[in-house]
């Protein structure tokens, strides 16, 4: 089934208010009122439970068995960005702990997923580095993967330093990285991440940024660069994860692997829950390995602006959802 769209005529004002979006999804200001404010925020998470798994670790597990009874491994990551305060940080971490111990007493097939500024890189580069590796280290043991998500381009060096350092120093290569294609800097640095072994996630990137930096969302440029890159990476034998919605790129990649014959155990799908739900179980169907990310808590202000950003048509969803029930 293939997602509506508007008339070509208002692709513009579709893209302004993607932009504007986005925008949005990034002011802390806005995101302190809607998430805090008690007349706001029964809205908020009216329209968040279309994308959102619940708010608790137990509510994140049940629809983590959901996704592993329809043959898919998961994904869960508890929602969280540009903590500012190193005791928050510590207690969100906690978080973190209590969602890897309970993955682990399920033996559930999920890894766990974080942002690197939810447990303290703000604070302290060195604290979201001890934290990071806490999570790691819980999660090697039980034998599952952790994913580091990416942020702000003002952020991606700290962030690929971290991840360098965890699998340099500590040798922890459970920990993947996230790679937006839409960056230019990316065509530099996806070759030095895949000198580590750590899974790499090709996300096409949903941040907000500047045309000297990146490109468009819905630029040919970057539909070509996300195809570049994923040639790499599978060609590579390297572990990867193309997590991407964009159906004509998920056949693209599925006929490259049916040629190369490509071994199914470095690479898999991703789809975000609440939205493309048929065409990764259509990939499961069709044999391949499958990942479905569930992402929870009460954070879900820039996560959710940011799903709405990529289809703008969602908008009229999201009215939809408001007024439901």
């Given at each position: 089934?293939?997602?509506?769209?508007?008339?070509?005529?208002?692709?513009?004002?579709?893209?302004?208010?993607?932009?504007?979006?986005?925008?949005?999804?990034?002011?802390?200001?806005?995101?302190?009122?809607?998430?805090?404010?008690?007349?706001?925020?029964?809205?908020?998470?009216?329209?968040?439970?279309?994308?959102?798994?619940?708010?608790?670790?137990?509510?994140?597990?049940?629809?983590?068995?959901?996704?592993?009874?329809?043959?898919?491994?998961?994904?869960?990551?508890?929602?969280?960005?540009?903590?500012?305060?190193?005791?928050?940080?510590?207690?969100?971490?906690?978080?973190?702990?209590?969602?890897?111990?309970?993955?682990?007493?399920?033996?559930?097939?999920?890894?766990?997923?974080?942002?690197?500024?939810?447990?303290?890189?703000?604070?302290?580069?060195?604290?979201?580095?001890?934290?990071?590796?806490?999570?790691?280290?819980?999660?090697?043991?039980?034998?599952?993967?952790?994913?580091?998500?990416?942020?702000?381009?003002?952020?991606?060096?700290?962030?690929?330093?971290?991840?360098?350092?965890?699998?340099?120093?500590?040798?922890?290569?459970?920990?993947?990285?996230?790679?937006?294609?839409?960056?230019?800097?990316?065509?530099?640095?996806?070759?030095?991440?895949?000198?580590?072994?750590?899974?790499?996630?090709?996300?096409?990137?949903?941040?907000?940024?500047?045309?000297?930096?990146?490109?468009?969302?819905?630029?040919?440029?970057?539909?070509?660069a996300y195809r570049r890159y994923a040639q790499e990476l599978l060609l590579s034998g390297h572990k990867c994860s193309i997590?991407?919605?964009?159906?004509?790129?998920?056949?693209?990649?599925?006929?490259?692997?049916?040629?190369?014959?490509?071994?199914?155990?470095?690479?898999?799908?991703?789809?975000?829950?609440?939205?493309?739900?048929?065409?990764?179980?259509?990939?499961?169907?069709?044999?391949?390995?499958?990942?479905?990310?569930?992402?929870?808590?009460?954070?879900?202000?820039?996560?959710?602006?940011?799903?709405?950003?990529?289809?703008?048509?969602?908008?009229?969803?999201?009215?939809?959802?408001?007024?439901?029930?």
């Amino acid at each position: 089934m293939t997602a509506p769209t508007f008339p070509t005529e208002w692709q513009a004002l579709v893209d302004q208010a993607a932009s504007t979006l986005r925008a949005l999804a990034l002011d802390e200001t806005a995101k302190e009122k809607f998430c805090n404010d008690p007349l706001l925020r029964p809205y908020m998470h009216k329209v968040s439970q279309r994308y959102v798994a619940g708010q608790t670790v137990t509510e994140a597990l049940q629809r983590v068995e959901q996704i592993i009874a329809r043959g898919h491994a998961a994904s869960a990551e508890y929602m969280g960005e540009s903590v500012r305060d190193e005791a928050f940080a510590m207690a969100e971490t906690d978080v973190f702990m209590e969602l890897v111990k309970a993955i682990g007493q399920r033996n559930l097939n999920c890894s766990i997923s974080f942002d690197l500024s939810h447990v303290g890189s703000l604070v302290d580069s060195e604290l979201g580095y001890r934290n990071a590796r806490r999570i790691a280290l819980a999660a090697a043991e039980i034998n599952r993967e952790v994913m580091i998500s990416m942020e702000g381009i003002d952020r991606a060096d700290d962030i690929y330093a971290i991840y360098t350092r965890l699998h340099q120093d500590d040798e922890l290569h459970n920990v993947g990285i996230t790679v937006p294609a839409k960056r230019h800097r990316t065509a530099q640095d996806l070759p030095a991440l895949m000198k580590l072994p750590g899974r790499i996630r090709l996300v096409k990137g949903a941040f907000l940024e500047p045309e000297g930096v990146a490109y468009s969302r819905n630029s040919p440029e970057l539909a070509t660069a996300y195809r570049r890159y994923a040639q790499e990476l599978l060609l590579s034998g390297h572990k990867c994860s193309i997590a991407t919605h964009d159906r004509s790129i998920q056949t693209n990649i599925s006929d490259l692997i049916l040629q190369e014959r490509i071994d199914p155990r470095w690479y898999e799908f991703e789809s975000l829950i609440g939205l493309g739900t048929e065409q990764i179980d259509q990939l499961q169907a069709y044999g391949f390995p499958t990942r479905e990310y569930a992402v929870f808590g009460q954070e879900h202000f820039l996560y959710v602006l940011n799903r709405i950003a990529e289809e703008p048509i969602r908008v009229y969803q999201a009215i939809l959802d408001l007024n439901a029930g």
